[in-house]
């Protein structure tokens, strides 16, 4: 299951993890006609492919697409949160709701997601968790307190869960994007991009492909050995 599959680093990652050869569940809020077209392109790679409309906020929606999805495709065995969104505002302009809309997508659509499919990953003694959190929730980035606090809770989430089920066979992982070209940036001025590359050692914005390849790591036993930890996929900015 990924959620957030319509655009951006999701539907890379879905795409991914066709090529694998995993039959694919994703949600998406609002695209459909990109939704449709997702499904027709996981399925010419020969996987099974549905499309959900799920808004992640909802915790008996995202339960329904758990259990849907198992009746599908005959069971489950990994989760990618990837679906998210940013309202940027300095906090002494940011209202109430910018900061729940970010926090509610973001951090609780991941709880959503993991308390929606852990009963079934415990039953069954295994399954893998990966979501998707931020360098933003690492380093701290100005204009983004509800953004840079959701991710950095998902980083908590990720830890805490890993310790919680590793004895069932279950791992939980995070990776944390740097600066991806998405359309989640493409509202960002040419010289905002500019400044932001000055931060960049790699000097260039990331590829959604280049952060589906570490979700595709974590999502098989290549990293069997891997839990609670969260994979930087940001060309150097954290540490510049
Ligand atoms: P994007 O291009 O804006 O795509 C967002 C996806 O999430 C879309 O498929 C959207 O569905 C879905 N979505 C949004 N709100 C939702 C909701 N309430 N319920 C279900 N689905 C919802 O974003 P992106 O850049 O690929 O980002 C993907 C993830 O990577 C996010 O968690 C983001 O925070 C993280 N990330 C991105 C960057 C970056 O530079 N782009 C950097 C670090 C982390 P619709 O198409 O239907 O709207």
């Known amino acids: 299951m ?3 599959a319509t655009r951006g680093i999701g539907r890379g990652i879905a795409l991914e993890l066709a090529k694998q050869g995993a039959n694919i569940s994703f949600s998406y809020v609002s695209s459909s006609k990109e939704a449709a077209t997702l499904e027709s392109e996981l399925a010419a790679l020969g996987v099974k492919a549905k499309a959900f409309q799920v808004d992640i906020k909802n915790f008996d929606t995202v339960k329904n697409w758990v259990e849907e999805t198992k009746a599908l495709f005959g069971g489950l065995d990994l989760v990618v949160n990837n ?5 940027d505002k300095a906090l002494a302009m940011m209202d109430i709701k910018e900061w729940h809309d970010v926090i509610n997508t973001n951090l609780d659509g991941t709880f959503n997601l993991c308390r929606a499919a852990i009963i079934t990953f415990l039953k069954q003694k295994s399954g893998n968790i990966i979501n998707i959190t931020s360098v933003s929730g690492m380093v701290g980035l100005p204009r983004q307190t509800n ?6 809770g ?3 989430l990720t830890k805490a869960l890993a310790k919680e089920v590793a004895a069932y066979g279950i791992r939980v ?3 944390a994007p740097g600066f991806i070209e998405t359309d989640m940036l493409k509202d960002l001025s040419d010289d905002f991009k500019a400044k932001i590359l000055e931060h960049v050692p790699l000097a260039r914005m990331g590829k959604v ?3 589906a390849k570490a979700v595709k790591f974590l999502a098989t036993d290549e990293s069997k050995y891997i839990t609670g930890q969260t994979i930087v996929v940001d060309g150097g900015m954290s540490i510049a």
Do not use: D, L, T
């Not at 953004?147 to 950095?152: G, P």
């Open 147 to 152: 953004y840079s606090a959701s991710k950095a």
């Open 2 to 4: 990924v959620s957030g």
């Open 173 to 175: 992982n995070a990776v």
């Open 83 to 87: 679906a998210g969104i940013i309202k």
């Open 209 to 211: 492909e280049e952060v």
């Open 154 to 156: 998902i980083i908590g």
